[in-house]
Structures are given as structure tokens and as C-alpha cells.
């Protein structure tokens, strides 16, 4: 009995594989140990009140989920950060590569690099109504996570700090 209701709490953790090993050992051992505590002698009674006092192995996934998904935005949110920095230093670069080199853009180039200004200049307003966008609408659907209005409001003043002040290429 105890085996089945260890293999449905693995089986609802399964969205975190290391999660689901320790949590499933884990309850394992206090299951045992509460079995082993219980003093009436009948061993299938004593196992089916271990498992109710334990609780629901949906509702305490669920509780970890929320754990584990916190867990992995950060990652992906410290991973975004790492990636984002990166493609800044090489942009930075290759603009220090040009000017090291004393690179100068020909007259054929020159029609052709305005218009490549413009669309990253366009592309950046557009991705930043679009994040904007997703933030009022994440904090519009009263989500029970309290934590979401900072985080959202401070993604919009990151936004906002990253808007690139217009500058003239000169490669020299």
C-alpha cells in the first residue's frame, strides 16, 4: 500500500526528477517510521493511517510545484540575463573592432546601413510594447502569486532604463 501511494507521489512529481528521488525517499522513510510507531498491530491499518496523516500525494506535489517552478524561473531568468549581456559585449565588440580598425563604410553601404538603424530601432519599440504588454496583462489576471506585481512593475522600469539613446553610426 505504502509502495503504490509512493509510486502515484513520484509519479505527480515527475515534472522534477530529482525533486520526485528525494521527495519520494523521503516520504518513504516517515512513512515507514510512522507505521512502525502506530501501536495497534494491524500492519494494512497502520499503513492506511500513515498515509492519510501524510496527505493527498496531489496536493503535495502541488505544493512543490510551486517551489520547483520558482526555482527554475530564476535559472531561466539568470540564463536570459547571461545571454542578454553577452550579445551586449559582442555588440560592443564588434563597434570597438570597427573603430580599432579604422573601418569606414562606403557610399554604397551608407542608404543600406540607415535602413538596418531603423529596423532595430523599430524592433526594439515593438518588443518592448509587446513586454509591456504581457506584463499588464500577467498582472491584470489577479494571479494568487502576490509576488508577481514587483516583478512585473520592475521589469517595466528595466525596459524603460534599456531604451537605447539614439546615436549616428560613425565608423570613421
Request: include cysteine.
Amino acid at each position: 500500500m505504502i509502495q503504490d501511494y509512493l509510486e502515484l507521489l513520484a509519479h505527480e512529481l515527475s515534472f522534477d526528477r530529482s525533486l520526485s528521488r528525494r521527495v519520494r525517499q523521503e516520504a518513504e522513510d516517515h512513512l515507514w517510521e510512522a507505521v512502525a510507531a502506530d501501536p495497534a498491530g494491524n500492519m494494512l491499518a497502520a499503513q492506511q493511517r500513515a498515509i492519510a496523516n501524510f496527505g493527498d500525494a496531489r496536493a503535495i506535489a502541488a505544493q512543490f510545484a510551486v517551489i520547483s517552478l520558482a526555482r527554475h524561473s530564476r535559472r531561466a531568468g539568470f540564463a536570459a540575463v547571461l545571454v542578454i549581456a553577452g550579445v551586449f559585449i559582442a555588440m560592443k565588440a564588434r563597434i570597438s573592432w570597427y573603430a580599432a580598425t579604422q573601418w569606414v563604410i562606403s557610399d554604397s553601404l551608407r542608404a543600406v546601413s540607415g535602413l538596418v538603424v531603423q529596423i532595430d530601432r523599430y524592433a526594439f519599440w515593438l518588443s518592448l510594447i509587446i513586454g509591456l504588454s504581457a506584463c499588464v496583462y500577467i498582472v491584470s489576471r489577479r494571479s494568487p502569486l502576490r509576488s508577481i506585481r514587483p516583478i512585473a512593475g520592475n521589469f517595466a522600469v528595466s525596459l524603460c532604463c534599456a531604451a537605447p539613446r539614439p546615436q549616428p553610426l560613425s565608423f570613421r
